[in-house]
């Protein structure tokens, strides 16, 4: 079935192209002008493709539609999908996709590799005013395929209760290889636990890859069993193997925010989505936030972050343009961020917004600037399932982390040689 979509794709790439679309006179225009001159754009339409949010974000997208309209005089029609990636490829096979639409990073790659995204110009959107982490997940061979719009990182986020921010180790290895968690777990009340974490390599494929180790090799095949993987991953394998970190289900709980929220656990790794969750459903439970403890001697975290990307079959290839140089521009990214609580993808528009301010977010502001983007090619999401399969039967006892790590490899492998 992937080999069909991928066929399909292509054919429709390859009729966009004939038809030609990117040779329309205005859209030379649109670029060099850039969205302060495009009075001659008003009474045009753009088809937005996104997924639904909850009610902040819903009122935040719509004010930013507003200003866009109010300001080019562009028409905007949205298409909110519910099963996203399914329904929206669907629609990229039929040849009625949106002009643009969301672009998670962890989808860049395939959606580029199907050609159904067009190459944008740094200069047009301004791409050296983004964070490097974030710009940069969404280039491929030299070329960026989308603009960030929006991101979340990893902090360490700890429960004032039972702990001091000057507590808080400043290397992973001080925190996860020692004594500090066993110790703490000591003071803190029975049923609570020290530490969670998630089993997933979406979380850690920062420590995984320190020092220039890849998880990937030859582009698409797992190479989770190298030496240099394994050995940077078993500071927090072990940890997890002697107790000292549990995932939230061990405790009955659903995620680390319920588990952090009803105060089974005191530290978490997390991203910053966990903070509304926090503010309203456990608004007496006092925390701070720092970045993640260095490993291997260097800072280190996870970025998630979504884009905005043009069909490469829009015939309406200057009011896209126009649409994205707005919502991520300045004012639009500013109109988006502040109102849906999520953090900005440029630093000027973080600055003007003051967000630096609040101590809470800073810190997963401050990881922007050195994080790892949960993108590394079209494969990822089976090595991540075999990982996930294959870990828990080293916290078990039942395999070595290598024997673990190599299972996972192998069986990864074979379904991406079977679909390649």
């Keep these: 079935m992937k080999k069909v979509i991928s066929i399909l794709m292509m054919l429709v790439l390859l009729m966009g192209l004939m038809v030609g679309c990117a040779d329309d006179p205005a859209v030379e225009t649109t670029t060099e002008k850039g969205t302060e001159a495009v009075a001659d754009l008003a009474g045009k339409k753009v088809v937005i493709g996104r997924w639904g949010g909850n009610d902040a974000e819903t009122a935040s997208f719509n004010a930013m539609i507003d200003g866009f309209k109010a300001k080019t005089g562009i028409e905007v029609e949205e298409r909110v999908y519910s099963d996203y990636n399914t329904e929206l490829q669907a629609e990229l096979i039929g040849g009625s996709g949106p002009d643009v639409f969301y672009v998670d990073a962890y989808m860049a790659p395939f959606y580029t590799q199907q050609g159904v995204l067009m190459a944008l110009d740094e200069n047009t959107f301004q791409l050296d005013a983004f964070y490097p982490s974030l710009r940069d997940a969404f280039e491929t061979d030299g070329k960026f395929y989308a603009v960030s719009k929006d991101y979340s990182t990893l902090a360490l986020y700890y429960n004032k209760a039972y702990l001091d921010e000057a507590d808080i180790p400043k290397t992973m290895e001080e925190l996860l290889g020692g004594n500090f ?3 703490l777990k000591a003071t803190l009340p029975e049923g609570m636990v020290a530490m969670t974490y998630n089993q997933d390599l979406a979380r850690a494929l920062f420590m995984a890859e320190a020092g220039g180790a890849s998880v990937i090799r030859d582009e698409i095949y797992s190479n989770l069993a190298d030496p240099a993987v394994l050995n940077n991953l078993k500071l927090e394998y072990d940890a997890a193997k002697a107790g000292k970190i549990v995932q939230p289900s061990d405790l009955g709980m659903g995620w680390n925010g ?8 005191a530290i978490m790794i997390e991203g910053n989505w966990v903070l509304g969750h926090l503010n309203t459903n456990f608004p007496d439970v006092a925390y701070g936030v720092v970045e993640i403890p260095t490993f291997a001697g260097e800072k280190g975290t996870m970025v998630f972050t979504v884009g905005y990307g043009i069909n490469s079959n829009t015939k309406s290839l200057d009011a896209a343009t126009a649409f994205i140089q707005y919502a991520t521009g300045a004012e639009g990214m500013a109109t988006w961020t502040t109102g849906a609580g999520v953090l900005p993808s440029r630093e000027d528009v973080a600055v003007a917004t003051n967000i630096m301010d609040d101590m809470i977010k800073a810190p997963h502001i401050a990881g922007a600037a050195y994080a790892t983007p949960w993108q590394k090619g079209t494969t990822m999401d089976t090595i991540n399932a075999e990982f996930r399969n294959y870990v828990p039967a080293y916290i078990k006892g039942e395999k070595t982390l290598e ?15 079977a679909n390649n």
């Design 403 to 417: 024997e673990a790590l190599m299972s996972a490899q192998e069986e990864a492998n074979k379904t991406i040689e």
């Design 181 to 183: 968690l066993v110790d």
């Design 258 to 265: 319920d588990a952090f929220g009803n105060e089974k656990t």
